[in-house]
């Protein structure tokens, strides 16, 4: 069983930068499909950055985020990252952290919410134009 808690979250102007972390307890993540997603009012929760730990720290981006937003973990499989640079109003939203193991088939971890069985609580960005 895996529990997960994100801090980090805040108000920041559009042009910022913050960076969230993802406390793992339980099991190390060196073996999880590890993810960051967030949902923005009524929509629904949406993939943005995603890493295999188990396979050389693959990693996978929504387009919106690309080339802004950084994923990593740390070395003790502890604790999971997400870097977020030139930050805009639309990524404004409740971020969530979120885990999986690994299968045998290695490979980049889906942006797909529903295959993540462990989730964190959520901690919110506010990004003010």
């Known amino acids: 069983q895996v529990q997960l808690m994100e801090s980090g979250g805040g108000s920041v102007q559009t042009g910022g930068s913050l960076r969230l972390s993802c406390a793992a307890s339980g099991h190390t993540i060196g073996n999880y499909c590890m993810g960051w997603f967030r949902q923005a009012g009524g929509n629904e929760r949406e993939g943005v950055a995603t890493?295999?730990?188990?396979?050389?720290?693959?990693?996978n981006y929504a387009d919106s985020v690309k080339d802004r937003f950084t994923v990593s973990t740390d070395n003790a499989g502890e604790t999971l990252y997400l870097e977020m640079d030139s930050l805009k109003a639309e990524d404004t939203g409740m971020y969530y952290c979120?885990?999986?193991?690994?299968?045998?088939?290695?490979?980049?971890?889906?942006?797909?919410?529903?295959?993540?069985?462990?989730r964190g609580q959520g901690t919110q960005v506010t990004v003010a134009s």
């Open positions: 890493i295999n730990s188990r396979y050389g720290g693959l990693t």
């Open positions: 979120a885990a999986f193991p690994v299968s045998a088939a290695p490979g980049p971890c889906t942006l797909n919410f529903a295959a993540y069985s462990y």
